[in-house]
């Protein structure tokens, strides 16, 4: 059963899960390694202050998490739309 290319569904999928995982990026580097650092600093990570291990560590572990999450929701867009990749 062939499935009816959709370009259309895939380019809307495409902009709502980047627009999204970009919106998480800021949130996990720029919101708790910058804004929200005072409060999140009463937690602590393996001693350092939340808010410190987020800019330091806690982002780049989240983009990694981001780009797996992107690679795995795109390879299911392009076999949902029938776009071949």
Excluded: H
């Amino acid at each position: 059963m062939a499935i009816t290319p959709d370009p259309q569904g895939y380019w809307r999928a495409t902009k709502r899960l980047t627009i999204g995982l970009l919106a998480i990026w800021f949130l996990a580097s720029y919101g708790a390694g910058i804004l929200f650092r005072d409060f999140l600093d009463q937690f602590s990570i393996g001693g350092a202050p939340l808010g410190f291990w987020f800019a330091q560590n806690g982002a780049i572990y989240v983009f990694v998490l981001l780009i797996v999450i992107y690679c795995v929701k795109m390879t299911k867009y392009e076999k949902k739309f029938g776009i071949g990749g």
